[in-house]
């Protein structure tokens, strides 16, 4: 058995990232817009599943929900597109890379 890791977008537009086991996600997003889970989605409903991925090995999947996690909105939006490139771009930026003369200005 494997892992699901997602990413909801909440009713305040911002971005929930999670992960759960199991065959299908719809019960699992059924739970949060239930209100299920006290936590950061609880006050943030209606929720809407935008992203997710299936991952063979539980460890690979928490590491790619903890990375994630980490991300900022940039990075989160360019995944849900499958945008690779900027996901790459943004990642040598963070690794402290020189900023573009565009960016700069």
């Given at each position: 058995m494997g892992i699901y890791?997602?990413?909801?977008r909440c009713a305040d537009n911002s971005f929930y990232v999670g992960s759960a086991t199991g065959d299908d996600l719809a019960p699992r997003v059924d739970q949060h817009n239930a209100g299920a889970f006290p936590g950061y989605t609880y006050n943030r409903r209606p929720v809407?599943?935008?992203?997710s991925e299936y991952f063979d090995r539980i460890a690979d999947g928490i590491a790619a929900e903890r990375q994630i996690k980490g991300w900022g909105?940039?990075?989160?939006?360019?995944?849900?597109?499958?945008?690779?490139?900027?996901?790459?771009?943004?990642?040598?930026?963070r690794a402290g890379a020189p900023r573009a003369k565009s960016d700069v200005e």
């Amino acid at each position: 058995m494997g892992i699901y890791v997602y990413m909801l977008r909440c009713a305040d537009n911002s971005f929930y990232v999670g992960s759960a086991t199991g065959d299908d996600l719809a019960p699992r997003v059924d739970q949060h817009n239930a209100g299920a889970f006290p936590g950061y989605t609880y006050n943030r409903r209606p929720v809407v599943l935008v992203w997710s991925e299936y991952f063979d090995r539980i460890a690979d999947g928490i590491a790619a929900e903890r990375q994630i996690k980490g991300w900022g909105r940039t990075k989160k939006e360019a995944l849900i597109k499958s945008d690779w490139e900027t996901i790459s771009r943004l990642a040598r930026r963070r690794a402290g890379a020189p900023r573009a003369k565009s960016d700069v200005e």
